[in-house]
């Protein structure tokens, strides 16, 4: 690994790969041994090993798999799969399953189909983020923790830069706080790990995941943006860890967009009770006709 400037073999790469996470953890005060935290996993390497690492940390941890019901080959059951076998061979590892067609009458898909125009990956997008929010409320969990991993972090920053989303560029982070009683606290514990990383931690510790991307992220512009900063990477290594690293200390030391920003006006969705900035229903049960 010559952007930590490190050769590990097996046995010290999962030692370095787990203390380094609970640094992380520590340093950037995304929960502690008191939180009960909910993991949300998809059945592929990065939330598997999150879930993996932070049951060997001893943290209170749950998984939360979201069942969007995508039937292009059968992704949705083999990434539940996945997850099931985990749980099962690891003591401790509980979890819940949320059925997306169950729970609400349609699949992604087909609600995709009746709002023509909204891409399949912003509706999913909506959906994941309301349930997992919703689940950690009602479930009383202190944080909620992702599999977000470097490059992912890397390539929205690069998105965000081009556009210049400064608003979005304020908010991107290791840690989000909460900012409302409903909201639990937002965790990328892996942030600094780039994908080989995880996909290696995952291997070694014979974790079977899901390898296919969703069937519908083909031409997403996040996975152009990763190409891109692969190309990067190849030319100048560790280009993708200074790009965002140097992005978290230039804000934290020079302030670089936290200056004083408008402050969120969040009611209640009168339906869900979830957060909103809308008035009356939340872009969620909007989004279903809920009324």
């Not at 690994?1 to 790469?13: D, I, S, T, V």
């Not at 995880?198 to 031409?219: F, V």
């Amino acid at each position: 690994m010559r952007q930590h400037r490190l050769a590990l073999c097996g046995e010290h790469f999962t030692e370095w790969f787990i203390s380094r996470t609970q640094r992380a953890i520590e340093r950037y005060g995304m929960f502690g041994p008191e939180d009960r935290v909910l993991v949300a996993v998809s059945g592929g390497k990065d939330s598997l090993a999150l879930w993996d690492v932070l049951l060997r940390l001893g943290y209170d941890v749950e998984g939360l798999y979201i069942n969007l019901a995508i039937a292009d080959q059968q992704y949705s059951e083999e990434s539940k799969a996945r997850v099931e076998q985990f749980a099962s061979e690891r003591s401790g590892a509980d979890f819940q399953i949320v059925d997306v067609k169950k729970t609400y009458g349609k699949s992604v898909l087909e609600l995709a189909r009746e709002r023509r125009g909204r891409e399949v990956c912003s509706l999913c997008g909506l959906v994941k983020r309301h349930i997992m929010n919703r689940v950690a409320c009602e479930r009383g969990f202190a944080a909620l923790a992702t599999g977000h991993n470097l490059d992912d972090e890397a390539a929205v920053l690069f998105q965000n830069v081009l556009r210049w989303q400064t608003g979005y560029l304020a908010r991107q982070a290791p840690v989000l706080p909460s900012t409302h009683p409903r909201l639990a606290r937002k965790a990328k514990p892996f942030f600094r790990f780039y994908e080989r990383e995880t996909a290696a931690y995952a291997l070694l510790q014979g974790t079977d995941y899901i390898y296919e991307e969703c069937p519908h992220s083909k031409g997403a512009t996040t996975i152009l943006y990763k190409e891109l900063l692969n190309r990067l990477e190849t030319r100048s290594r560790g280009a993708k860890q200074q790009f965002y690293l140097s992005f978290l200390k230039t804000r934290r030391e020079e302030g670089l967009f936290s200056g004083p920003r408008e402050k969120l006006d969040l009611g209640e969705c009168e339906n869900c009770g979830q957060p909103t900035t809308a008035p009356a229903l939340c872009a969620f049960c909007r989004l279903w006709g809920m009324s």
